[in-house]
């Protein structure tokens, strides 16, 4: 895979703002500010523009003339970074990192690497090297012959679990039989091992006026050569099912997710 282009998320607002999408702009700047401050804008609006100046994605000249400043082959990329219909979000919380995947047709995808919440690293790759792609982001090592457990939770108890004071309560809710108190313990060790974060990885449509629609979502958990998946299933009473997995299962889940948001651009197009 070949980087086309790597911006600061000051940089990709400036790009997104004059290429005209300025809500996804707007959106990418106060998540990184947390400010209203127009004056706080405007100065890292230029500080922006003068570091894309220096890589040549900006054109001071055209700029005096009142015409589009940004390099034609990069607005041409923002345009389609900024009108894609679907998506795939992954997150690594232990590294601070996103991995965004946006369709662009059924074998090409744009590949956003997020680092830090800061840098985005940009580049165009092809469907088939998506799963490679989301092992490496990850890295997941398994335990040889690490045993099976498994238990089960309702939305509201799994969601809950974010507070580690609730772990109790919680406990005493779990069924004893077949073992899920003892994988309930070994999972809650995990999680505190990362801060109590789950990483996930989501699929979104969005339609004309750039409204998000979660189509699916698969939380987990890596940690000690373990790895925990927490998946839905609404037909069961405890809708939330998570696992202890091995190498195969998480090649599995992997494959799932994409087959699933294989499916739905198929049945789109």
């Known amino acids: 895979m070949e980087s086309f282009i790597s911006l600061t998320v000051e940089e990709l607002t400036v790009l997104l703002s004059t290429a005209d999408f300025p809500e996804e702009a707007r959106t990418l700047i106060q998540e990184r500010l947390n400010t209203e401050d127009v004056r ?93 792609l989301l092992n490496e982001f990850y890295s997941v090592d398994f335990a040889e012959n690490s045993e099976s457990k498994s238990f089960r939770l309702t939305d509201e108890q799994f969601d809950s679990l974010k507070n580690p004071e609730n772990e109790l309560t919680i406990r005493n809710q779990v069924q004893s039989s077949s073992g899920e108190t003892q994988a309930f313990t070994h999972f809650m060790k995990a999680l505190s091992q990362n801060d109590y974060k789950l990483d996930n990885i989501s699929v979104f449509s969005i339609d004309k006026e750039r409204q998000l629609y979660l189509e699916n979502l698969v939380f987990f958990c890596h940690t000690d050569g373990e790895t925990w998946l927490a998946s839905y299933d609404n037909s069961h009473e405890k809708s939330v099912s998570i696992k202890k997995v091995r190498g195969e299962a998480w090649k599995d889940n992997i494959e799932g997710i994409l087959d699933f948001s294989y499916d739905l651009l198929y049945n789109r197009n």
């Open 40 to 132: 706080i804008f405007e100065a890292v609006f230029q500080a922006a523009v003068n570091q894309l100046r220096v890589k040549k994605i900006w054109n001071v000249e055209k700029e005096r003339q009142g015409v589009n400043p940004i390099d034609a082959k990069v607005m041409d990329f923002i345009t389609m970074l900024a009108t894609s219909e679907f998506m795939i979000r992954a997150t690594n919380q232990k590294k601070n990192n996103t991995l965004v995947l946006h369709y662009l047709s059924l074998d090409s995808w744009l590949y956003q690497h997020i680092e830090d919440g800061v840098i985005h690293e940009f580049a165009f790759v092809e469907k088939k090297e998506i799963p490679t």
